[in-house]
Each structure stands twice: as C-alpha cells, then as structure tokens.
C-alpha cells in the first residue's frame, strides 16, 4: 500500500463545527484517511466514533492510524447511505467529506486520475462490479452524454462524447491516460480553462461509477435520522451538484410544512427537523488555500437537530 499522508480540508472548521463532547458519539462517514477522526478520537474519554468508508485500502491504513484510540473507534465497512443498519445508538455528530478522496487520487493504479495511466476503475469499493470501463465502453451514447454533461457540467459534452464513441468502435478504451487524450481531443484550444480538459469528464464518469449524488441525499437523510437532540450535521462539498443537494436537503429539512404555497394552513403537519447553523457555506481560509490547492473548491454546511 503507498504511504500516505492526508491533508483533511477545513480541518478546524469542523472540529469546531462539530462542538465535541467527550462522551458523545460520533460518525465520520467519509474515513479516507481519517485526519478528522484522529482528530475527533483524541477529543473523546468514554465517547465513541465510528468511522465509515467503502474502500478497504481506506480502512486498513485508517486503522493503523486510529489504533492507538483502541475501543473508542469502531471501522466499519459500509457505504455511509446504510448507516443506520450498522449504528444503533443516538449520535452528537456526523461528518461528510464528500467526493474522491486524496487517498484514492494518490493512488495511481486505482484509476481516478487523468495525470497517469492506470486501468480505467475509479470504483470507491473495488468489489463493486461496475467500473469505468464499463461506463466508458458500453453505455449507450444519450446515456453517456447525459452523464458527462449532468455529473460534469461539461459544456463539450456533445464533441467530447463523440469522441468516446468514435475510439471506442476502433477499439475498447481501456486506460486513464488514453480517455484524457480522446477527451482533450474533443474540446478547442481556444475554449480550454486553466484546468486539465479532461477533469469534467472524469468526474462525471467517476460520480456515475460510484451513484455519489443519490448517496448523498440518501446518507443525509440517514445521518439526520440517528442524531440526537442538538447533534449537528456537517458536509463538505468539492463541486456545485453536490453543494446543491445539501443545500436543497438541510432547506426541506429546516422548512417543515411541504404544503404548496397558496394553501392558507398546513395540512400537512411536517415540522421542522434541523436549524441551519450557518447560511452562507463556510469556505477555506487563505492560509488553508496556500497551504492545500485541493481544498479550493471546498464548501461547508452545518445543520442542528431540533
């Protein structure tokens, strides 16, 4: 396994956010490399954490770096949608640190990345059976094309797209660094950003692989379901699809009533399950910036149980 050092985005913003109690129970649903659960398990006596991921290799080197906490952390290998089939008690505080991990893009041979070539995967949990390839080779066009242009908000979806198929009936793409040629191939000189041009697409094709955007609502819902009276919600976003599903959700949540507009009294009878704790998405500081160019694009929203 590589060595691995993981740099946790708005590390401090979320410890704070979090307001830890030393007997409280807490969830980091998104291990990676578990820089916010060693950072949460030194902060608890009889308090537990449990730490979530679907990637083994996340797991075992989170393990060895959570060891010395003992029976105060409990891994568990599960996508953080199902959580509460795995935890049974109250919880003070959940964490979402959304999208690929530096774990994963650090390592090469998992295929995440369009900077060296590696068999194209991107699976989150290698025991998974759809993978890259699968979506690059076989989906049917319109299904691709919606999916680069949807989950990338890839503006050259149509040309990029055409591209994929056209290599594709030469013969099957198979590698990360052939994709990000066909994909760069597609998309003019003059209409390029500063970032590499086949990052929209990757992301798309990742996101598919791994059903991220369903998984969130459904994991906020979960994490929501199992908090505890004043327990908080925290998710960190790194794209805008994401950032508006957590937007959208902690609003339902926050607002109670789903009667139309017009109706004169609630008929309804939804309260109000969560306060916002903050409106405005909490973003890196310049020194996090300089420091850590990964963290960007990185937004955090915190939410309360009423």
Same mark, same amino acid.
């Given at each position: 396994?590589?060595?691995?050092?993981?740099?946790?985005?708005?590390?401090?913003?979320?410890?704070?956010?979090?307001?830890?109690?030393?007997?409280?129970?807490?969830?980091?649903?998104?291990?990676?490399?578990?820089?916010?659960?060693?950072?949460?398990?030194?902060?608890?006596?009889?308090? #537990?954490?449990? %730490? +979530?991921?679907?990637? @083994?290799?996340?797991?075992?080197? !989170?393990? &060895?770096? *959570?060891?010395?906490?003992?029976?105060?952390?409990?891994?568990?290998?599960?996508?953080?949608?199902?959580?509460?089939?795995?935890?049974?008690?109250?919880?003070?505080?959940?964490?979402?640190?959304?999208?690929?991990?530096?774990?994963?893009?650090?390592?090469?041979?998992?295929?995440?990345?369009?900077?060296?070539?590696?068999?194209?995967?991107?699976?989150?949990? #290698?025991?998974? %059976? +759809?993978?890259?390839? @699968?979506?690059?080779?076989?989906? !049917?066009? &319109?299904? *691709?094309?919606?999916?680069?242009?949807?989950?990338?908000?890839?503006?050259?979806?149509?040309?990029?797209?055409?591209?994929?198929?056209?290599?594709?009936?030469?013969?099957?793409?198979?590698?990360?660094?052939?994709?990000?040629?066909?994909?760069?191939?597609?998309?003019?000189?003059?209409?390029?950003?500063?970032?590499?041009?086949?990052?929209?697409?990757?992301?798309?094709?990742?996101?598919?692989?791994?059903?991220?955007?369903?998984?969130?609502?459904?994991?906020?819902?979960?994490?929501?379901?199992?908090?505890?009276?004043?327990?908080?919600?925290?998710?960190?976003?790194?794209?805008?699809?994401?950032?508006?599903?957590?937007?959208?959700?902690?609003?339902?949540?926050?607002?109670?009533?789903?009667?139309?507009?017009?109706?004169?009294?609630?008929?309804?009878?939804?309260?109000?399950?969560?306060?916002?704790?903050?409106?405005?998405?909490?973003?890196?500081?310049?020194?996090?910036?300089?420091?850590?160019?990964?963290?960007?694009?990185?937004?955090?929203?915190?939410?309360?149980?009423?």
């Amino acid at each position: 396994m590589a060595e691995f050092h993981h740099v946790s985005v708005l590390h401090r913003e979320c410890i704070e956010g979090l307001c830890i109690r030393e007997d409280g129970v807490y969830v980091d649903a998104t291990l990676g490399g578990a820089g916010h659960s060693a950072s949460i398990a030194q902060r608890l006596t009889t308090g #537990r954490l449990y %730490g +979530l991921d679907r990637d @083994d290799d996340a797991l075992a080197a !989170a393990g &060895e770096r *959570l060891a010395p906490f003992g029976s105060r952390v409990t891994l568990v290998k599960t996508d953080f949608r199902n959580m509460a089939d795995h935890i049974r008690e109250p919880i003070d505080g959940v964490l979402f640190d959304l999208g690929v991990s530096s774990f994963q893009l650090d390592e090469p041979e998992r295929g995440f990345s369009y900077m060296h070539d590696a068999p194209l995967d991107m699976r989150m949990d #290698r025991t998974a %059976g +759809l993978t890259a390839y @699968d979506v690059v080779n076989e989906y !049917a066009r &319109e299904e *691709l094309k919606r999916i680069i242009a949807d989950y990338g908000e890839e503006r050259f979806a149509g040309p990029v797209t055409a591209a994929i198929v056209r290599a594709r009936e030469g013969k099957p793409i198979r590698t990360t660094l052939e994709l990000a040629e066909i994909v760069a191939s597609a998309i003019p000189n003059a209409k390029r950003e500063r970032q590499h041009p086949a990052k929209r697409t990757f992301q798309a094709i990742r996101i598919a692989v791994n059903d991220e955007l369903a998984a969130v609502e459904e994991g906020i819902r979960a994490a929501v379901g199992l908090l505890a009276p004043g327990g908080r919600i925290l998710v960190i976003t790194f794209h805008s699809l994401e950032d508006r599903i957590v937007k959208s959700e902690f609003r339902r949540l926050s607002n109670g009533c789903t009667c139309p507009p017009d109706f004169p009294v609630c008929v309804c009878g939804a309260k109000p399950v969560v306060r916002i704790v903050n409106h405005k998405p909490i973003l890196p500081s310049a020194e996090e910036l300089a420091e850590n160019p990964r963290s960007r694009s990185a937004k955090l929203r915190i939410a309360e149980k009423i």
